[in-house]
């Protein structure tokens, strides 16, 4: 039952298999994004309070998302690679740190170009604002800290390490707009029971959170490529992959 | 000899404090650090003491952040250039102990005197007297909490040689909430409404890292040295 996470844990293993489930990710992709930006932007209605500038969400929320889903996905694959001392998990999280970086930095973009028309303000120092903030800067430094070491095996431990401390700031993006009394709107769209949000708006909505999810398995698979050849680069297999 | 792990608590303790104290240079700069930034705000912004006022809480925090950040060197760089600092995790006292030692003498000699010297700052920065057991209680747990997550800090950067600047930026994202309820609790205090909240959550903060952070710090020092 275990044996295809050991088989996991073989770098060969996991570079064949990303180049395997790279197209149908990224085709998987194109195909719900596509559907979404169709339906989202064209077919969608208008928002009775917020017009046609409601549409952003379907940029800022998937971004938003996944901003969070990265950095779970990297402290989670760090720790494996920590515990386990899998060399595999520690690739997974270098290959996720920058993703999720732009992810967040998507999310702050399109936050504040919606806020200008809406809030009358590009930013505002509001709770959830600003943890996605944090959340940038914990990016940056663990990607730092990955590189500020000679050795690439410490390097790789300590910004697991450092992405593990980090994590606590993951529940409190989340709940953030409950916590506090945010100028963030609360959640429209409910995992339970019923969402606040038509089906007419929620569907685009589901299909680009998808495809979103999608696109970001298809780039850390090609990214994770490059890692685990770059890890690899002594090995005779890497030479026999990439024919030299 | 077997020495048990209390005992290795007040040994390590003695010792940091001890070296403290006897690098007096070390630990006045973080201070006289921390005076010339709050001065500069007041030269950089405005002399009016209502304006002054308003802003006073997250200045004085802000420049307890940045002092704090300067003596976080010291908590293991010194100790892990000559060596002693393997020898101390070789000792099979275990890493937690030395740890909690060591991050308990640095914010002593750190914390303990930034908290001494607010006082004089808050004065300057005409904040209330009144206001001054929240401030004061706020910077004790601000300022602990800040020791632990220094500790986390450091210890993932002692290995590296240029790791100055790596700290802040590891340690001031994890500080922000810090700042927020510190600075926080200080402003409803000068405003007269109750503090309270902003303190529980600070002393929840540093009840978490208190017991949290030194297997954090731990972790982080076995990776780095080894």
């Known amino acids: 039952m275990w044996t295809w996470f050991y088989r996991l844990a073989s770098p060969p293993y996991v570079y064949r298999v990303a180049a395997v489930w790279m197209p149908w990710l990224l085709g998987g992709a194109a195909f719900a994004i596509g559907y979404g930006v169709i339906d989202g932007l064209g077919f969608a209605p208008p928002d009775y309070q917020q017009g046609d500038a409601f549409r952003i969400i379907y940029v800022h929320a998937p971004c938003a998302w996944l901003s969070l889903f990265a950095y779970t996905t990297m402290a989670v694959a760090g720790a494996i690679g920590l515990i386990w001392r899998i060399k595999m998990g520690h690739a997974v999280a270098a290959a996720s740190a920058p993703i999720g970086a732009s992810f967040t930095l998507g999310a702050l973009v399109t936050g504040s170009l919606w806020g200008r028309p809406m809030w009358g ?26 590189s500020a070491f000679d050795d690439a095996n410490r390097g790789d431990r300590a910004a697991a390490l450092l992405a593990i401390v980090g994590v606590v700031n993951v529940p409190i993006i989340h709940f953030s707009v409950v916590w506090w009394n945010s100028l963030h709107q609360g959640a429209t769209v409910a995992k339970f029971g019923k969402s606040e949000m038509p089906g007419s708006m929620l569907w685009p909505l589901l299909a680009m959170l998808l495809g979103f999810m999608l696109f970001y398995g298809a780039v850390l698979c090609i990214r994770l490529r490059g890692e685990v050849l770059n890890r690899e680069r002594q090995s005779a297999w890497v030479r026999e992959a990439i024919g030299s | 000899m077997r020495v ?105 000699v ?117």
């Open chain 2, 4 to 108: 048990g792990g209390w005992e290795t608590l007040g040994l390590v303790l003695r010792r940091e404090l001890v070296l403290g104290f006897r690098r007096p240079d070390q630990l006045v700069q973080p201070l006289v650090f921390f005076l010339i930034v709050t001065t500069l705000f007041p030269l950089g912004l405005s002399v009016q003491l209502v304006l002054l006022r308003e802003m006073a809480p997250g200045v004085l925090w802000v420049a307890a952040l940045l002092a704090s950040m300067l003596s976080l060197e010291a908590l293991f760089k010194s100790d892990a250039d000559d060596g002693t600092l393997e020898q101390l995790v070789l000792s099979g006292q275990g890493v937690y102990v030395i740890v909690v030692a060591k991050t308990l003498a640095h914010w002593l």
């Open chain 1, 121 to 146: 303000t590009y930013w505002a120092w509001d709770p959830r604002l600003t943890s996605e903030l944090i959340l940038l800067f914990l990016y940056v430094g663990v990607m730092a800290l990955r």
């Open chain 2, 110 to 226: 750190s914390g303990a005197a930034l908290i001494l010297v607010s006082p004089l700052v808050a004065t300057a920065l005409a904040i209330p007297w009144s206001a001054f057991p929240v401030m004061l209680l706020s910077l004790g747990l601000g300022t602990l909490t800040l020791s632990w997550l220094g500790a986390i800090g450091a210890g993932l950067t002692v290995g590296l040689k240029r790791g100055n600047v790596l700290v802040s930026l590891i340690v001031l994202p994890l500080a922000m909430p810090l700042l927020i309820f510190g600075a926080g609790a200080t402003d409803r205090a000068i405003s007269g409404t109750s503090p309270l909240g902003a303190l529980y959550l600070l002393a929840a903060l540093c009840l978490l890292t208190c017991t949290l952070a030194p297997f954090a710090a731990a972790a982080a020092l076995t990776v780095t040295l080894e």
